[in-house]
C-alpha cells in the first residue's frame, strides 16, 4: 500500500506572526502521526521561515508556483532551483487558480512540471473540470488533456516521479465537497489513463483529492481505493482542523 500524503495550500494567506502559531500548534498537533507525510505550501516569502519552524520534524515544505524558466531576466518569477534551495520537497504545478486567474496554459503547466523535475522537486500536478465542464460531461476529456500534455511533454516514466491532484474546480473553496463516489470515479480514470501508457507508474503514483476536504468529511474520501490522500486548502489553515485531517489518513 502506498503512503499517505497530505498537502496544505496555505494560498495567499498569513503573516510572519500567524505562520509561527499554526506551524507550532501544527507540530505539537501532528508528531504521534505516522504512516501519512505531510506537507505545507506556504506562501514564497515565508518558505524560509516555515523551513526553520518545521526543522527536525516530519512536515515537509512545498511552494504554490514555479517558473518554467531556469534563471535570468524573468522578473517575479521564482524558479525551481530557488526553491529546491529554500528546502523545498513539493511544487504545486497547474493549480486551477493559476490556470483559470493567471492563463496558466496546459503547455506551461507542462514545461512547468518538468522544471520541478530537473531541480529535483516533486511536483504535484493539479487536474479537474469546472462545473460547466462536469455538467456537459467532459469531465474526463478534460482531465485527458490536462494529464497528457504533461505526459507527452516529460514522458510517463517521469509522471511516477510527481504527484497528481484530482480538484474539481467546483469544489475549490467553494465548501462543496465531490462526493467519495465521484471523486474515487474519476481518480480511478486518471489511473486508467495512465496504465494504457505504463501499468507501473498507473499502480505507483500517488493521486490526491482537493476541493473543500474537511475534517467530517475526508476519512471517507481518503478510504475509496484510488484516493492516496489530499491537498487540503481552507482547512490547513487551522492546526486542528488540518490535523486532524492528517490523522484521518
Ligand atoms: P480548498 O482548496 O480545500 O479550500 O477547497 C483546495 C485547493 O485549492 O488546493
Not at 86 to 91: F, M, T
Not at 137 to 142: I, L, Q
Not at 209 to 220: I, L, T
Amino acid at each position: 500500500m502506498k503512503d499517505t500524503l497530505i498537502i496544505g495550500n496555505w494560498k495567499m494567506n498569513g503573516t510572519g506572526a500567524t505562520n509561527t502559531q499554526l506551524v507550532q500548534a501544527l507540530v505539537a498537533e501532528i508528531s504521534d502521526i505516522t504512516g501519512t507525510t505531510v506537507g505545507i505550501c506556504p506562501p514564497f516569502p515565508y518558505l524560509a521561515q516555515v523551513r526553520g519552524l518545521i526543522a527536525g520534524t516530519t512536515i515537509r515544505l512545498g511552494a504554490q508556483n514555479l517558473s518554467d524558466r531556469a534563471e535570468g531576466a524573468f522578473t517575479g518569477e521564482v524558479s525551481a532551483t530557488m526553491l529546491k534551495d529554500l528546502g523545498c520537497c513539493y511544487v504545486l504545478v497547474g493549480h486551477s487558480e493559476r490556470r483559470s486567474l493567471y492563463g496558466e496554459t496546459d503547455a506551461l503547466v507542462a514545461d512547468k512540471f518538468a522544471a520541478a523535475l530537473e531541480a529535483g522537486l516533486t511536483p504535484v500536478l493539479c487536474v479537474g473540470e469546472t462545473g460547466d465542464e462536469r455538467r456537459a460531461g467532459v469531465t474526463h476529456e478534460v482531465i485527458s488533456r490536462q494529464l497528457h500534455a504533461v505526459v507527452n511533454k516529460v514522458g510517463i516514466a517521469n509522471i511516477a516521479k510527481g504527484v497528481i491532484a484530482y480538484e474539481p474546480v467546483w469544489a475549490i473553496g467553494t465548501g462543496e465537497t465531490a462526493s467519495p463516489a465521484q471523486a474515487q470515479e474519476v481518480h480511478q480514470a486518471l489511473r486508467q489513463l495512465l496504465a494504457t501508457q505504463d501499468r507501473s507508474v498507473a499502480d505507483s503514483v500517488q493521486l490526491l483529492y482537493g476541493g473543500s476536504v474537511r475534517a467530517d468529511n475526508a476519512a471517507e474520501l481518503f478510504a475509496q481505493p484510488d484516493i492516496d490522500g489530499g491537498l487540503i486548502g481552507g482547512a490547513s489553515l487551522n492546526a486542528a482542523t488540518f490535523a486532524s485531517i492528517c490523522r484521518s489518513a
